[in-house]
């Protein structure tokens, strides 16, 4: 029978694609397979840099470095900055023909370390035959022989950004080696400050809003799936937090003589928090769920799927079970608000313990927001949740007067740091062609994630410059970042070189 031209059609539409990204795929393994010490040696040379983000003279150099590494692959690259900022790195790469801009963002600035505490020095980039943990040892990679994909590079941001940025320029070397076209124009933003707080983000992408604009942000960050899976997130929880204090007497009192007659600090704080938080984790400030959307049916069926890795999360650090609602999972868990109380500080304890009623009792809480809050609000029910239990609230300690004058009194400190949550919809196009897309790059499933349950600074893309983005990792989950002996699985970097050039490849059309 012969073919209907609707057949012909969508026979073409849905093969040529995947013709062309197994041709992305397979140049990206040949160029690496022929350039594994060349490549090996730029990210050698990128990891000897100290990147301390609190050390401007080292995060310019670096800066220096990339806009270099971008132009030796013929982009149009230069330094960003904005107000106070640490430099950016901006490059762009126009193809001819292509009607979606996509932008690869990933920050060069690093953790500061204490070489005290590193089984090799952090600026000392190192190959090892394994993880240091397992026994690995020191070994001669520039033999001209294939590199172990299990062999290990130690140093700081070996993981955690500066080997995704040689992997995304490095798929632009492959493909061109290849005679294969960008299917779309690339950008790179490339961050300095992201590890101190990216206090700057909004004021940089305000100042440079036309030069960023994009149809798509990819954020080559963070580790692959805990089970080894291929990961895509598309959301961030925000992040604030607070220091409340209880003040009672002026000083320390005898516990038998005080005991019923002074205020005790400890014990109204307890009752402050009870007030606050539920034994489940329910949040009991009124208002404080207001505006907050239910998961969507699209994030629900992905948590279904194997989102999260749900046993792993909840009983490798030892939990009997997901502390919020009865029943619930970890994904569950993570899509709604938290308050969590992140330390307790009256008296002393064990030796320390006196018979006397401390003069203060002071909490650390943490909020943990999800779209529909915002920080000024939280901060608005907070402190009329306090004032409702009876307390003057005060940002310094009180005076004299006060304490005469008031029964209870509360200092709040809120923390000048922090950020709203940001999402990506799972059912946007660009996330379903995304998911597609790093699907062909792997015979693993891809972990399509809702929200992280942690935070990042990622909601002024959303805000200054009104675009989706998803995180799309790379690096193993086992690579310690943030901590001594950060490390790099060298394998990782061979699959992040084709998953990049596969995302570069395609020209992002549905």
Same mark, same amino acid.
């Given at each position: 029978?012969?073919?209907?031209?609707?057949?012909?059609?969508?026979?073409?539409?849905?093969?040529?694609?995947?013709?062309?990204?197994?041709?992305?795929?397979?140049?990206?393994?040949?160029?690496?397979?022929?350039?594994?010490?060349?490549?090996?040696?730029?990210?050698?040379?990128?990891?000897?840099?100290?990147?301390?983000?609190?050390?401007?003279?080292?995060?310019?150099?670096?800066?220096?470095?990339?806009?270099?590494?971008?132009?030796?692959?013929?982009?149009?690259?230069?330094?960003?900055?904005?107000?106070?900022?640490?430099?950016?790195?901006?490059?762009?790469?126009?193809?001819?023909?292509?009607? @979606?801009?996509?932008?690869?963002?990933?920050?060069?600035?690093?953790?500061?370390?204490?070489?005290?505490?590193?089984?090799?020095?952090?600026?000392?980039?190192?190959?090892?035959?394994? @993880?240091?943990?397992?026994?690995?040892?020191?070994?001669?990679?520039?033999?001209?022989?294939?590199?172990?994909?299990?062999?290990?590079?130690?140093?700081?941001?070996?993981?955690?950004?500066?080997?995704?940025?040689?992997?995304?320029?490095?798929?632009?070397?492959?493909?061109?080696?290849?005679?294969?076209?960008?299917?779309?124009?690339?950008?790179?933003?490339?961050?300095?400050?992201?590890?101190?707080?990216?206090?700057?983000?909004?004021?940089?992408?305000?100042?440079?809003?036309?030069?960023?604009?994009?149809?798509?942000?990819?954020?080559?960050?963070?580790?692959?799936?805990?089970?080894?899976?291929?990961?895509?997130?598309?959301?961030?929880?925000?992040?604030?937090?607070?220091?409340?204090?209880?003040?009672?007497?002026?000083?320390?009192?005898?516990?038998?003589?005080?005991?019923?007659?002074?205020?005790?600090?400890?014990?109204?704080?307890?009752?402050?928090?009870?007030?606050?938080?539920?034994?489940?984790?329910?949040?009991?400030?009124?208002?404080?769920?207001?505006?907050?959307?239910?998961?969507?049916?699209?994030?629900?069926?992905?948590?279904?799927?194997?989102?999260?890795?749900?046993?792993?999360?909840?009983?490798?650090?030892?939990?009997?079970?997901?502390?919020?609602?009865?029943?619930?999972?970890?994904?569950?868990?993570?899509?709604?608000?938290?308050?969590?109380?992140?330390?307790?500080?009256?008296?002393?304890?064990?030796?320390?313990?006196?018979?006397?009623?401390?003069?203060?009792?002071?909490?650390?809480?943490?909020?943990?927001?999800?779209?529909?809050?915002?920080?000024?609000?939280?901060?608005?029910?907070?402190?009329?949740?306090?004032?409702?239990?009876?307390?003057?609230?005060?940002? @310094?300690?009180?005076?004299?007067?006060?304490?005469?004058?008031?029964?209870?009194?509360?200092?709040?400190?809120?923390?000048?740091?922090?950020?709203?949550?940001?999402?990506?919809?799972?059912?946007?196009?660009?996330?379903?062609?995304?998911?597609?897309?790093?699907?062909?790059?792997?015979?693993?499933?891809?972990?399509?994630?809702?929200?992280?349950?942690?935070?990042?600074?990622?909601?002024?893309?959303?805000?200054?410059?009104?675009?989706?983005?998803?995180?799309?990792?790379?690096?193993?989950?086992?690579?310690?970042?943030?901590?001594?002996?950060?490390?790099?699985?060298?394998?990782?970097?061979?699959?992040?070189?084709?998953?990049?050039?596969?995302?570069?490849?395609?020209?992002?059309?549905?």
């Amino acid at each position: 029978m012969r073919p209907t031209l609707i057949a012909v059609l969508t026979t073409v539409f849905w093969v040529s694609p995947v013709l062309a990204l197994d041709e992305a795929m397979e140049a990206a393994d040949a160029f690496r397979q022929a350039h594994e010490e060349q490549i090996l040696e730029e990210v050698f040379d990128f990891l000897a840099l100290p990147n301390n983000a609190a050390d401007r003279d080292d995060i310019v150099v670096n800066a220096r470095h990339i806009v270099a590494m971008l132009e030796a692959r013929g982009a149009e690259a230069r330094i960003l900055e904005a107000g106070g900022s640490l430099p950016a790195v901006y490059g762009e790469i126009l193809t001819p023909g292509a009607t @979606r801009t996509v932008m690869f963002y990933a920050h060069y600035d690093g953790q500061p370390t204490d070489p005290a505490n590193w089984t090799y020095p952090p600026f000392e980039p190192v190959m090892l035959s394994g @993880r240091i943990d397992a026994g690995g040892e020191p070994v001669n990679w520039r033999t001209g022989e294939s590199i172990d994909p299990d062999w290990r590079i130690y140093a700081r941001s070996s993981s955690d950004d500066k080997s995704p940025i040689v992997a995304l320029l490095t798929a632009i070397d492959a493909l061109r080696a290849a005679d294969i076209p960008l299917g779309v124009n690339i950008k790179f933003f490339f961050e300095g400050e992201e590890e101190a707080g990216s206090a700057n983000m909004h004021t940089m992408l305000e100042a440079h809003r036309d030069l960023l604009a994009a149809d798509f942000w990819v954020l080559a960050d963070g580790p692959v799936d805990p089970r080894g899976d291929p990961r895509i997130v598309l959301g961030v929880r925000g992040v604030t937090s607070m220091q409340l204090t209880v003040h009672g007497a002026s000083r320390d009192l005898h516990s038998g003589h005080y005991g019923n007659v002074a205020p005790n600090p400890g014990a109204r704080l307890a009752h402050l928090i009870a007030s606050m938080r539920a034994p489940d984790g329910r949040v009991l400030i009124d208002g404080f769920y207001d505006g907050v959307p239910s998961p969507s049916d699209a994030a629900l069926v992905l948590i279904e799927s194997g989102a999260y890795d749900e046993d792993g999360l909840v009983s490798e650090p030892g939990i009997a079970g997901v502390e919020w609602g009865q029943g619930a999972t970890y994904g569950e868990a993570v899509m709604v608000p938290a308050l969590n109380i992140l330390g307790l500080q009256s008296g002393g304890v064990g030796d320390a313990t006196r018979n006397a009623i401390p003069s203060t009792a002071t909490a650390a809480i943490g909020f943990r927001m999800v779209p529909g809050q915002s920080i000024p609000r939280i901060r608005e029910q907070v402190t009329a949740h306090v004032q409702s239990e009876g307390y003057l609230i005060l940002d @310094r300690p009180p005076t004299a007067e006060e304490r005469l004058a008031h029964p209870r009194i509360a200092e709040i400190h809120w923390s000048t740091s922090g950020y709203p949550a940001a999402v990506t919809e799972a059912d946007h196009p660009d996330v379903v062609r995304l998911t597609d897309l790093v699907a062909a790059t792997s015979d693993r499933p891809v972990r399509v994630v809702p929200i992280l349950g942690g935070s990042l600074p990622l909601a002024p893309i959303v805000d200054v410059l009104d675009v989706p983005f998803a995180i799309v990792p790379m690096v193993n989950p086992d690579n310690s970042q943030h901590a001594p002996d950060e490390n790099l699985r060298v394998g990782h970097l061979w699959d992040g070189i084709r998953l990049y050039a596969v995302l570069m490849a395609d020209d992002w059309e549905d």
